[in-house]
């Protein structure tokens, strides 16, 4: 229905946008000019937003600019498991076995990390997702995972990625080891007022859309009703064009975007 009324190649505002599609603000630029420079140092990197804020997008736009020949990425989103779980399911990453001794588990990870790096020449890229969900004890694993050489060297880079919560967590005295390892911090912010009338305008233009069909003022509303939150401008605005086309409306005003928030 959208697509049909507003003359569109593809519905907008979908989660399974093409990386290279990205839109960029400042905040976009800036996290991926610290992801570029952890992945020359390597350790480990804490990555925090609201949910919605795009995290998980922007990493998969930094993966996939990875070179295969150079990087090994892997990702993990389950994060609600127990210590014997947690290593498990590296190891199986990181080299598709699976053993039920956590000593074997250990051996079998940090092995696998150094053969990359010195027989592949490849640096593992390990990507830990909804992170603020570990356990305490699996953060005293990850330390553990992490310390090579005596604690000399950083051969992989981790990648936390969690809710701003996680932030607080890692300053309770019993994580203190762990974040006081922890090599660079970002915090992904929502989008400005001005960044997400762009970020409208932007995913409208990949779609096919040639004239604004959002008014300035249905532009605020939909920011003031979004926090700046892309996960929910995109929901929102998904709406408000659902309400457009059943009523045959052009432009979109507030009063669209009123009866999108309120109605559906």
């Known amino acids: 229905m959208i697509e049909a009324f507003y003359n569109l190649k593809r519905l907008p505002f979908q989660k399974d946008i093409n990386?290279?599609?990205?839109?960029?603000?400042?905040?976009?630029?800036?996290?991926?000019?610290?992801?570029?420079?952890?992945?020359?140092?390597?350790?480990i990197m804490l990555i925090t937003g609201a949910p919605g804020t795009g995290k998980t997008l922007h990493i998969r736009a930094f993966v996939e600019k990875l070179n295969?020949?150079?990087?090994?990425?892997?990702?993990?989103?389950?994060?609600t498991v127990n210590i014997i779980d947690f290593y498990r399911q590296l190891s199986v990453l990181l080299t598709g076995e699976a053993s039920y001794r956590k000593s074997q588990l250990f051996n079998s990870i940090q092995t696998?990390?150094?053969?990359?790096?010195?027989?592949?020449?490849?640096?593992?890229?390990?990507?830990?997702?909804?992170?603020?969900?570990?356990?305490?004890?699996?953060?005293?694993?990850?330390?553990?995972?992490?310390?090579?050489?005596?604690?000399?060297?950083?051969?992989?880079?981790?990648i936390l990625?969690?809710?701003?919560?996680?932030?607080?967590?890692?300053?309770?005295?019993?994580?203190?080891?762990?974040?006081q390892r922890i090599s660079l911090k970002y915090h992904l912010p929502a989008l400005t007022k001005e960044e997400a009338a762009s970020y409208i305008r932007h995913h409208l233009s990949l779609a096919g859309l040639k004239e604004p069909i959002f008014n300035q003022n249905a532009l605020n509303a939909v920011y003031q009703n979004s926090a700046g939150i892309p996960r929910m401008i995109n929901a929102l605005c998904i709406k408000t064009m659902t309400v457009g086309s059943i009523g045959k409306k052009e432009v979109l005003t507030e009063e669209e975007v009123f009866r999108a928030t309120h109605e559906l």
């Open 19 to 43: 990386p290279k599609e990205l839109f960029l603000c400042g905040a976009s630029e800036e996290l991926s000019g610290r992801l570029e420079y952890m992945k020359r140092k390597r350790g």
């Open 68 to 79: 295969p020949n150079l990087f090994k990425p892997v990702y993990t989103p389950l994060s």
């Open 112 to 158: 696998s990390i150094r053969n990359y790096v010195l027989n592949n020449k490849k640096t593992p890229v390990i990507i830990f997702d909804e992170a603020h969900l570990l356990k305490i004890e699996n953060f005293y694993e990850l330390q553990i995972i992490t310390n090579f050489n005596m604690d000399s060297s950083d051969p992989a880079l981790f």
């Open 161 to 179: 990625i969690g809710q701003p919560h996680l932030r607080e967590r890692l300053l309770i005295p019993v994580l203190q080891p762990f974040n």
